[in-house]
Each structure stands twice: as structure tokens, then as C-alpha cells.
């Protein structure tokens, strides 16, 4: 461990401990005291990030409003509001966006063939369109979240793939929109095979009960930024525990989700 201020190794556990039961510490060049979350997302934070981390799993993963959440912990002895539950999936939602990302390794299990789609949603009483691509096997490609659906916003959603996956896929599958045949030459290249087919895209359009089914408990999002920012982590943590990301691992699911919830949503310090 090293000092928060200086970055000086000369660290001392003190005797007491925080509130939260946190460990505290003391650098002895700079005579800086510091806890276990100081520097982090979640530092000055009335509870434990143990729970905070649980809240906001169960707010992406489960069919849970905003007000759902402080009921159930109520019961528990743990009494919250509403907006703490926002504000603490506003802190720690780009932290887990990033870390889901690493954890799934570029475009290993993409493969080369995309199946690319959109859906909606209603947004601050607006109509937006939720670009989405998984592979062949049900893995995540990329989430975007667009306020118009036209050759921009396909051609900002592929880039965004390619850059995420670090892959060029050989074989694009899509609606008819006539965006995308612009869009998959001029962002993946003309060497991709674009097939056209309202059946062959059948897998992404029944994928896309995920995020619809847990976007109906929530009655809509007022905010764009909110909404896109949600919809990518519930992708990402749903691709995770999903059954087919994982066909060449030999654990079952449910110990990969009890594996997932030890390590505390995989979390990077906060």
C-alpha cells in the first residue's frame, strides 16, 4: 500500500478503525491519514461498500424501480432514500462498464460473424433507439444508445464495436434499415459480407428481451445519459452471467454467479 498524498510506501496501521470499520492508516513522510476507500469512488460514504455494491447490483440485474430498493433494505435495518440508490449507480456504473469489459476480453468470444439490430424505449417522454450486436453464440459485440436512427448512428455504433472488440467481422447480419450497408463499408470495410435478412436476424431480435424486460419496471428514464449509461452495464453484466459466454468453461452458472457476487461485482478499489 502506498500514501494517497505523497505515494510514499512509509504506511502505519493505526490502533482505530472508521465508522464503517474500515482500517486506518498514517504515511509516515507526508503525516497523512488515510482509510481503505480514501481515493476512491465511494470515500465519505455513510455505509459500507459491501452493501452499496449490492444495491447496484441488484438495481442492473433484477426487476427492482428505484423505490423497490430502499424497501427491501429497510427491512433489513438499513434505511436509504431513492436518490442515494441513483447516486450511487451514477458513481459506481462507469467503474463496472469498464471492469465487465476487461474481464471479457476484447473480441475472444465475438468470433466473425455479428448479428446487428435496434430497439427503443421511451426516454424523458422521447422515443430513442437502443443499437445493440451480439456473435453467433450469444456473446455481446457493443450497446449504443441514440436519440435518432440514421447512417450517423450506425456508423458511430460500428466504430464503437470495432473499437471495443478490436475485431473486423467477416459477416454482418441486419434488418433491412438502409443505413447499415453504408454504414458496415465505410466503418468495417467492403470486404465484409453484409447479409440482409429479417429471419436470419431472429437471434439479436429475441436477445433483445433483456433489456426490454427490465426496462418495463422502471416506467422510462429522464435522462439520455442515465439511460444509455444503464443499458450498457445491464448488457455487459447480463452478458457475463449469461449461459453462452461461457460454452468452453467448465463451471456451471451457478457457480460462476456465486463467484461473481464473492468477488463484489468485480469491482475495481473504491
Sequence with gaps: MKCVACGGAAISERPERIAQGYL??????????????????????????????????WRL?????LRDLPEMFLLRGIEFTYEAVRDWEAKLTP??????????????????????DETYGKVNRRWCYLYRAIGRMG?????MLSEARNMAAAETFFQSAKAVTGVTPARVTTDGHDSYPRAI???????????????????????HRGIKSRYGPMRGIGAVNSAARFCRCHDELRNLLHTNYHLRQTSLPATRRRRFLQKEAALPSW
Excluded at 61 to 65: D, G, P, Q
Excluded at 139 to 143: G, S
Design 24 to 57: 486506518r492508516f498514517r504515511c509516515r513522510d507526508c503525516d497523512k491519514q488515510f482509510n481503505e476507500r480514501t481515493g476512491g469512488s465511494l470515500n465519505r460514504t455513510q455505509y459500507p461498500s459491501d452493501v452499496i455494491a449490492l444495491v447496484v447490483f
Design 61 to 65: 440485474r433484477y426487476k427492482l424501480s
Design 95 to 116: 467503474l463496472l462498464i469498464d471492469s465487465l469489459r476487461r474481464r471479457r476480453g476484447g473480441g475472444s468470444r465475438v468470433r466473425r460473424s455479428w448479428y446487428v
Design 139 to 143: 456473446a455481446l459485440v457493443d450497446v
Design 185 to 207: 463499408r465505410s466503418q468495417l470495410g467492403a470486404n465484409v459480407r453484409h447479409r440482409n435478412s429479417q429471419y436470419l436476424n431472429n437471434r439479436i431480435e429475441q436477445d
